[in-house]
């Protein structure tokens, strides 16, 4: 089993829709989580930073993390064609250099 | 220069060459990473560099040798190749363990021959 799951798509919505991007994990050590955003030919940028269970919300992004069920997620709300991208989810245990991160789902929001 | 940047952005090696990736960070950071990003394969750490000490090594082929002569600046050294290492091998650096400070170089697009 894979620390880190995550479908990796292609999710294809329309402009103005609600995006559900979702991971599951498999080691509750766990406890520092992420989202990054990946355009075409860039490195990843940090789009949301969690720590342990809980919701955060930045402008139209909201992280959701259930450490009961191992599980993670990102909504982003009236999304844009901007938004087209791949997502990342990621994590790390306390204490470490060591990020584990998700395949990434390709997103595509048709304008 | 501003963030994380990454030189050359595109490689083409010949399995018997010797090259060298290059990174430089001007965000003031003091740890280090490469990343080996492949096609439908999730990031896979290969080196961190904390201090300008090697803090992981990620069971990472003698073929790639890293070496980080300070703290901002990063190199991957590559020889004898094979095939299977064609990746975008992307470069980090954080303040210490601070997960939210980890920004991304644009990386280096390798493909081997």
């Known amino acids: 089993q894979k620390e880190v799951e995550q479908d990796p798509g292609p999710l294809s919505v329309p402009e103005g829709a609600i995006v559900s991007l979702n991971c599951t994990y498999s080691n509750s050590a766990f406890q520092y989580f992420m989202w990054y955003r990946q355009y075409s030919r860039k490195g990843p940028e940090l789009l949301m930073y969690?720590?342990?269970?809980g919701n955060k919300e930045d402008g139209r992004f909201t992280a959701q993390v259930d450490k009961s069920s191992k599980y993670i997620s990102l909504f982003i709300r009236d999304s844009q064609p901007s938004d087209s991208a791949t997502y990342l989810c990621a994590m790390t245990p306390p204490g470490g250099f060591k990020t584990i991160f998700g395949a990434g789902t390709r997103l595509f929001v048709k304008a | 220069e501003t963030g994380v940047t990454q030189t050359p952005r595109h490689l083409v090696m010949g399995m018997t060459n010797k090259k060298s990736l290059k990174c430089e960070q001007h965000?003031?950071?003091?740890?280090m990473y490469w990343y080996k990003q492949s096609a439908k394969k999730p990031l896979e750490l290969m080196f961190v560099y904390s201090l300008e000490e090697r803090v992981e090594n990620n069971s990472v082929p003698s073929r790639f040798s890293p070496e980080c002569p300070n703290s901002s600046h990063l190199f991957l050294h590559l020889h004898t190749l094979q095939p299977e290492d064609s990746a975008l091998y992307l470069c980090a650096s954080s303040q210490g363990q601070d997960q939210e400070t980890q920004y991304f170089g644009p990386g280096t697009r390798l493909l081997v021959l």
């Open positions: 965000l003031g950071h003091n740890a």
């Open positions: 969690t720590y342990s269970s």
